[in-house]
C-alpha cells in the first residue's frame, strides 16, 4: 500500500487510456476510408487490434482490414446461427458457465465430447462453432470488461477425439501461429 506509487500508476494509466483514444480515432478514420463497413465496429474492438500490435496504427489498421473481409466472407449473415452447426451443439462440448467474482464470463469446453466429423464440412462446422462460441462469450461481457475465463476439461479425451485438421484450423479463427 503505496498511496504514492498507486497515484503515479493512475496518472500513467490515464496518460496511456489518452494516448489510445487518440490512436483509436485515427485508426477510425483510417479503415473507414478503406471499408464503409468499419463504422459498425465499437470502439474497444478497434482499441484490442490496436493493443495487439502495440498501438502501431498502420499494422493495427492492416490486421483490422483482414478481419473485417474475413468476418464478412465467413459470418456473412452478422452471425452464426445455432441451426448452422446443429451436429456440434448437440455434442454438448461448449458451455457458457455464469461468471467469475470479477464478472468475467466463464467458458466450459468438454474435450472429451468432441467428435470428429469426416470430410472438410466437419472442419467448416467446427469453426464455425468456435466463431459462434466466442460471439456469445463476447457478448455476456459487461463493459468496460475484456476478458473472460475458459475452462477446457480433457477428462475422457483421446486419440478419438484428436482432429489435427480441425485443431489448425481453429488456430488459423484465432491468428495463433502453427508450425507443423
Not at 118 to 142: H, N, P, Q
Amino acid at each position: 500500500m503505496n498511496p504514492l506509487r498507486d497515484e503515479v500508476a493512475a496518472n500513467g494509466a490515464q496518460g496511456n487510456n489518452e494516448t489510445e483514444q487518440t490512436n483509436v480515432r485515427l485508426m477510425r478514420a483510417n479503415v473507414e476510408k478503406q471499408n464503409p463497413s468499419a463504422k459498425d465496429v465499437d470502439d474497444l474492438l478497434i482499441m484490442r487490434f490496436l493493443r495487439s500490435r502495440k498501438l502501431d496504427i498502420e499494422k493495427a489498421s492492416t490486421h483490422f482490414l483482414k478481419y473485417l473481409e474475413w468476418r464478412a466472407r465467413f459470418v456473412p449473415n452478422g452471425s452464426i446461427s445455432e441451426s448452422e452447426i446443429p451436429s456440434e451443439l448437440g455434442q454438448n462440448k461448449v458451455f457458457l458457465s455464469g461468471w467469475d467474482k470479477t464478472r468475467r464470463p466463464i467458458s466450459v469446453v468438454l474435450g472429451g465430447r468432441h467428435v470428429p466429423a469426416k470430410g472438410t464440412e466437419g472442419i467448416e462446422d467446427l469453426r464455425r462453432l468456435m466463431v459462434y462460441s466466442l460471439d456469445k462469450i463476447c457478448a455476456s461481457m459487461s463493459r468496460p470488461n475484456e476478458k473472460f475465463v475458459s475452462i477446457l476439461d480433457l477428462e475422457g479425451w483421446g486419440y478419438k477425439n484428436c482432429d489435427i485438421r480441425g485443431y489448425i484450423g481453429c488456430l488459423a479463427i484465432m491468428q495463433v501461429p502453427f508450425k507443423a
